[in-house]
């Protein structure tokens, strides 16, 4: 909201030459009442001492603020990519699972879903490996409207919490034929399961997502939407051409809806170009 915000204030100021003052829409208002959050189990306190816990400098026992270096600072082989999925992409992947899957199950076959668990699996086989090791992926959640009572939709603040599958599965689950099915169904459950869970859980699973990067030999991420609608923002200038996510690196992937194709999926990756190219081979392969 606050780009589109951004945008919104600064198209009008080109307009009008910055001869007016300008407000915005009602639905670009943000709210900033934090009062509206209702914690009686005390998630707020509980998450700032697990940040610290984690930052913790064991040398001199003081709160660490020192950033961890980019992985894409160790050499010049590392490049961005934008991988795409049409629109028919992403049907003809829906209906893949809709013919591999148990019918009973009623997966959630969204766009979001559908798009991270192909990308996943093509990361996970392109690392390839020890089959047995443990992997890890997970995404972060959108909790405004899932709280009792629902926050508005332009709360402005942190309100998202991650939801994913840790430890509980290996490489050989996600890399053989049944992999892409797999990642499918565990998408499914977390994303149905978010409306369900409770407020004291949140703390608990925001720190084993933490413990989970010294022992995962694959740790996969998202940032980014389907829903975010990076290409609407016009600062005055222009729809964007091309929107990246530049702090992604390795397994995280960046997501965001196609320019110019209502239902199409831009994945950013970020990597040493020979292992993105394995990746692009897996991935261009699986559609065809």
């Not at 926050?151 to 034929?177: H, I, Q, R, V, W």
């Not at 565990?186 to 409770?198: D, E, P």
Request: hydrophobic share 40%; proline share 4%.
């Amino acid at each position: 909201m606050f780009i589109k915000a951004w945008a919104h204030l600064c198209k009008q100021h080109l307009e009008e030459n910055g001869d007016v003052f300008f407000s915005l829409p009602e639905i670009l208002t943000p709210s900033l009442n934090r009062s509206l959050i209702k914690d009686p189990t005390g998630l707020d306190e509980e998450m700032i001492k697990i940040v610290r816990s984690l930052k913790q400098d064991n040398t001199n026992a003081s709160t660490s603020l020192t950033p961890i270096p980019a992985l894409a600072s160790g050499g010049d082989d590392v490049v961005f990519a934008t991988l795409v999925l049409s629109r028919g992409d992403v049907e003809r992947l829906r209906e893949r699972v809709k013919n591999e899957s148990n019918p009973s199950q009623f997966l959630h076959l969204s766009t979001f879903v559908i798009s991270y668990a192909y990308v996943w699996t093509c990361l996970v086989k392109a690392r390839g490996g020890n089959a047995e090791r443990p992997v890890t992926f997970l995404f972060v959640a959108d909790f405004r409207e899932r709280l009792d009572p629902p926050l508005p939709a332009t709360y402005f603040g942190n309100c998202m919490f991650p939801a994913g599958s840790y430890n509980s599965k290996t490489a050989a689950d996600f890399a053989g034929e049944g992999g892409f099915v797999a990642a499918v169904e565990i998408l499914s459950g977390l994303v149905k399961g978010l409306s369900s869970r409770k407020m004291e859980t949140v703390a608990e699973e925001f720190k084993i997502s933490f413990d989970c990067l010294g022992v995962t030999s694959q740790f996969g991420s998202l940032a980014g939407s389907t829903r975010l609608g990076v290409y609407e923002s016009d600062f005055g200038w222009g729809r964007p051409v091309k929107v990246d996510v530049v702090s992604i690196e390795g397994n995280t992937i960046s997501m965001a809806e196609r320019r110019d194709e209502s239902g199409g999926i831009e994945l950013g990756l970020c990597m040493k170009k020979a292992d993105l190219d394995i990746v692009l081979s897996l991935f261009n392969n699986g559609l065809q």
